[in-house]
């Protein structure tokens, strides 16, 4: 029997059918973090964040890669050290042979990517991006927003929804803005920080923006719009990345073992 060879570059190159890094916004970093492209891979570990406790869950599970969310290096590294949290991190995975993939803002803006995943995870219908014409702030000028817009399958109180929403995200806690009594019927959402999407929802006719992250006085815009709005938690709605990736990968390569990160969120 035939063994097949899977090298990092193999997993990369199936990811970024996905989610090309040319997605990617221009502040972002995306792609091979640390390792050898041409590493031989038998088990992937799956997860939002490449923090020291997923990295010891990476080397218990034998893991020769990680495939993250977040990017392991945002900003330059000046050096690499061991009192460093950054650089202990770093030299972890290197003594460990561990290479270390993020697919980032490229998977949040693709087509079946992170936002759409949340939107099914969300029950919406009928989903889409937002329009052009709808990502304009007060003044008429463009802004950036790769959130979709959906239909609830079922009409429901705010009130509901923002429980519905806990028990689909596994929330432990949950802001919001609006009235528990108001019909809720159409939402938008956008995963992670996506306070500078309200006023995409707002022209979309969205009834409720489920996001994360919101800023005073971005829930203080929210509540004179008359906008309803759900902060839902970064953790929450980014970390259903994991069970997705490791479907994705798992169906890619039948010989490929793929375990998603169980750790919990920092917040309680």
Not at 46 to 59: F, G, H, M, P, Q
Request: a negative charge.
């Amino acid at each position: 029997m035939e063994i097949i060879m899977i090298r990092v570059k193999d997993i990369i190159n199936r990811i970024e059918e996905l989610a090309p890094p040319s997605l990617a916004e221009s502040w972002d970093n995306v792609g091979l973090m640390t390792g050898d492209l041409d590493q031989r891979v038998t088990t992937v570990f799956v997860c939002l964040d490449v923090t020291s406790d997923n990295v010891r869950r990476a080397i218990d599970c034998g893991a020769d890669l990680i495939v993250s969310h977040h990017p392991l290096i945002f900003s330059p590294i000046h050096r690499i050290v061991e009192q460093d949290i950054s650089g202990s991190i770093i030299r972890e995975l290197i003594r460990n042979d561990i290479s270390v993939y993020s697919a980032h803002t490229n998977l949040d803006n693709a087509d079946g990517g992170m936002n759409d995943i949340l939107a099914e995870r969300l029950g919406l219908t009928a989903v889409r991006r937002f329009y052009d014409e709808e990502c304009v702030d007060e003044t008429g000028k463009p802004i950036e927003n790769i959130g979709r817009f959906g239909r609830l399958e079922n009409t429901m109180t705010m009130e509901a929804f923002v429980s519905f929403v806990n028990g689909a995200l596994g929330c432990r806690a949950i802001r919001y803005v609006g009235s528990p009594d108001e019909i809720i019927r159409t939402a938008a959402l956008c995963s992670g920080a996506g306070g500078s999407g309200i006023y995409s929802a707002y022209h979309a006719g969205a009834d409720v923006y489920v996001t994360s992250d919101i800023k005073h006085h971005e829930g203080q815009l929210a509540f004179e719009l008359g906008m309803n709005l759900i902060d839902a938690g970064h953790f929450e709605t980014e970390n259903i990345i994991c069970n997705f990736m490791t479907e994705f990968l798992e169906s890619s390569f039948e010989s490929l073992n793929v375990i998603p990160s169980d750790a919990p969120p920092y917040f309680n």
